[in-house]
Nanobody, 126 residues
Framework: QVQLVESGGGLVQAGDSLRISCAAS????????MGWFRQAPGKEREFVAA???????????LYADSVKGRFTITRDNAKNTVYLQIGSLKPEDTAVYYCATGRGLGPVRSGHVNYWGQGTQVTVSS
C-alpha cells in the first residue's frame, strides 16, 4: 500500500510563488513516476506536471501547456518527496492539487496512476 500526503497549500496573492509537497511512503519511491494534477471548482481533474523515475539517472518533467514556464516539478529521493514549485500565481490556478504515482511517465501523464493523495487546496486571490 502506498500513501501520498500533500502539504503546503494555502491562500496566496496573485503574483506570489508557492511550493507544495507530496511525501510518499510504502514502496520504492525512486522507481516510481510521480505527477501533480489539479481540480478547480466545477471542473474535471486535469494534469499539471509529471516527473520520471529517478532510477533512470536523469530526471525530467512534463508539463501541461497552461503551466509551462511557471511550474517546476522536482523530486528528492532521500526524503521520498516530490515538489511542485508554482510561480506567478494566477486566480485561475485556484484548485485542489493532487499528487499521484504510477509506472512510467507516459501513463502518469495520461492519468493512469496507481495511487492518489488526498489533495491540498491552493487559493489565489486577485
Amino acid at each position: 500500500q502506498v500513501q501520498l500526503v500533500e502539504s503546503g497549500g494555502g491562500l496566496v496573492q496573485a503574483g506570489d510563488s508557492l511550493r507544495i509537497s507530496c511525501a510518499a511512503s510504502g514502496r520504492s519511491f525512486s522507481n516510481s513516476a510521480m505527477g501533480w494534477f489539479r481540480q478547480a471548482p466545477g471542473k474535471e481533474r486535469e494534469f499539471v506536471a509529471a516527473i520520471n523515475e529517478s532510477d533512470e539517472g536523469t530526471t525530467y518533467g512534463l508539463y501541461a501547456d497552461s503551466v509551462k514556464g511557471r511550474f517546476t516539478i522536482t523530486r528528492d529521493n532521500a526524503k521520498n518527496t516530490v515538489y511542485l514549485q508554482i510561480g506567478s500565481l494566477k486566480p485561475e490556478d485556484t484548485a485542489v492539487y493532487y499528487c499521484a504515482t504510477g509506472r512510467g511517465l507516459g501513463p502518469v501523464r495520461s492519468g493512469h496512476v496507481n495511487y492518489w493523495g488526498q489533495g491540498t487546496q491552493v487559493t489565489v486571490s486577485s
